[in-house]
């Protein structure tokens, strides 16, 4: 099945940029839906970003719309997120999650990045 393992967490000010990674095997992603999630203690998981793995069409949340981004490589079976203009807010733990498209919840879940901003 699909593991996902990301990358590229880690302390920066705000006002800095963070580049995750999210490293994806066991299988094709041609009918998934991936996405980034956050959750900080105490909080709502929260869906930042999305992706179709075919069509590369995407949606952000309106917290982070002009400053993150999602995209995937599909030869290299990688998600990332780049996060620029970094907000205190922002510090959480980001998941990378697949779930498949018309699906109701994502399957597939990394055991998450932490990302502190500092201010």
């Known amino acids: 099945q699909v593991q996902l393992v990301e990358s590229g967490g880690g302390l920066v000010q705000a006002g800095g940029s963070l580049r995750l990674a999210c490293q994806v095997s066991g299988g094709t992603l041609i009918n998934y839906v991936m996405g980034w999630l956050r959750q900080a203690p105490g909080m709502e998981r929260e869906l930042v970003a999305a992706i179709t793995w075919s069509e590369g069409r995407s949606h952000v949340a309106d917290s982070v719309k002009g400053r993150f981004a999602i995209s995937r490589d599909s030869f290299q079976n990688t998600l990332y997120l780049q996060m620029n203009a970094l907000k205190p807010e922002d510090t959480a733990v980001y998941y990378c999650?697949?779930?498949?498209?018309?699906?109701?919840?994502?399957?597939?879940w990394g055991r998450g990045t932490q990302v502190t901003v500092s201010s």
């Open positions: 999650a697949a779930k498949l498209r018309g699906g109701n919840d994502y399957r597939f």
